[in-house]
């Protein structure tokens, strides 16, 4: 784990800290709070949702005004590959198999990129861990943002990484909680429509939101 103390991001070190401490006591103890409150049914679906494999091959055919498309087409843009993290750790695989809020927060991570809006450079993905520990409650997040003195030191951009920590805050409060956002069941929307019912973006009117739907 020294490693992450010279490269922070580290993809590797940053999947293998990330999974030893997820099933610990004061993880699951943090997920537990997240989920009291929320119906069982719901959970049961989104825990059947999130052990859905990602299929970029279906994602990448659909309409190019879609969220699937959009979001094939970032990953690709920034040479993210479907499961990644197994792939670079593959005992991952077993923690998801124990604990499925684990595999949503790293599942829909790269999803939130695409819908929320930043990038996969430092200051984008600190602007995002900021989003994660307000919106999400993610405990990653926080501790990342807790680091936010060091990464300015590590990797400097200090306006920059500040304007996309203090965007993350600002979004992450602005609307619900996109843990609980069925994403895969929204692959065909339109990816403006997507963000505007999740604020970030002004709504269309209804009337063009159905007949883009019906084809009309």
């Known amino acids: 784990m020294s490693v992450l103390i010279r490269e922070p991001f580290e993809f590797v070190a940053l999947n293998e800290m990330t999974d030893a401490v997820s099933l610990s006591w004061p993880v699951q103890w943090w997920y537990r709070r997240l989920i009291k409150k929320v119906p069982a049914s719901v959970l049961d679906h989104l825990r059947e949702l999130t052990r859905q494999p990602l299929d970029p091959g279906a994602l990448g055919s659909l309409p190019q005004n879609t969220l699937g498309y959009r979001f094939h087409k970032f990953c690709a843009e920034h040479h993210i590959v479907a499961n990644g993290h197994v792939k670079a750790v593959p005992q991952l695989q077993e923690t998801f ?85 069925p994403f895969e069941e929204m692959w065909d929307w339109d990816y403006q429509d997507v963000r505007a019912h999740l604020g970030f973006r002004r709504r269309r009117p209804i009337l063009q939101v159905l007949a883009a739907r019906s084809g009309t």
Request: charge should be negative; glycine fraction near 12%; proline fraction near 5%.
């Open 97 to 181: 198999e124990q604990d499925w809020v684990t595999q949503r927060f790293f599942k829909i991570h790269d999803i939130l990129h695409a819908v929320v809006g930043f990038g996969t450079t430092v200051p984008g993905e600190m602007g995002l861990q900021m989003f994660d520990a307000r919106n999400l409650r993610e405990p990653y997040g926080i501790m990342a943002v807790a680091g936010t003195p060091y990464m300015i030191l590590r990797y400097g951009q200090p306006l920059e990484m500040l304007r996309e920590i203090l965007r993350g805050w600002k979004l992450g409060g602005a609307t619900e909680n996109l843990f609980f956002v």
